[in-house]
C-alpha cells in the first residue's frame, strides 16, 4: 500500500469514525435537510430533540436541553470543525455549514440503510 492508498484509508476511517457518533449524525441530517448554512447552536439543540426517537410530544426538560447543548459545544462540533465540515464560533454559538462532499456520500448511504 503507496503513502495515497494509506491517506484514504486514513481519511475514510476519519469520516466514518464522525459518521458513528449520534450527535454528528444529527448535525449532518439538519443540514441536508435544510437550506440553512449559518445557525444557532439552540437551533441544533432543538432540532435535535425533536428528532430524537426518544422524545415525548411534552417539551424536554431543561437538564436534556443543556446537556445536548454542552456536547455538541464541547465534542460534537469541534469535532465536524477539524474535519473542515463546519465552522464553530463558540462566542456567538454560531454554526456555519461548509458540507463534505465524501461525508454527505457516506451519509446518504447510511440513511438509505
Known sequence: M????????????????????RHCRGVLTYFRRTSETTVSLATLVDSLLASSPHQETAAPPALDR???????????LPRLSEAGVLEY??????VRYHGHRELERLMAAISER
Do not use: G, M
Open 2 to 21: 503507496d503513502n495515497t492508498d494509506a491517506d484514504r484509508s486514513e481519511t475514510l476511517d476519519e469520516l466514518l469514525t464522525l459518521c458513528a457518533h
Open 66 to 76: 443543556s446537556h445536548l447543548a454542552l456536547h455538541l459545544h464541547h465534542s460534537t
Open 89 to 94: 464560533d463558540s462566542r456567538s454559538n454560531t
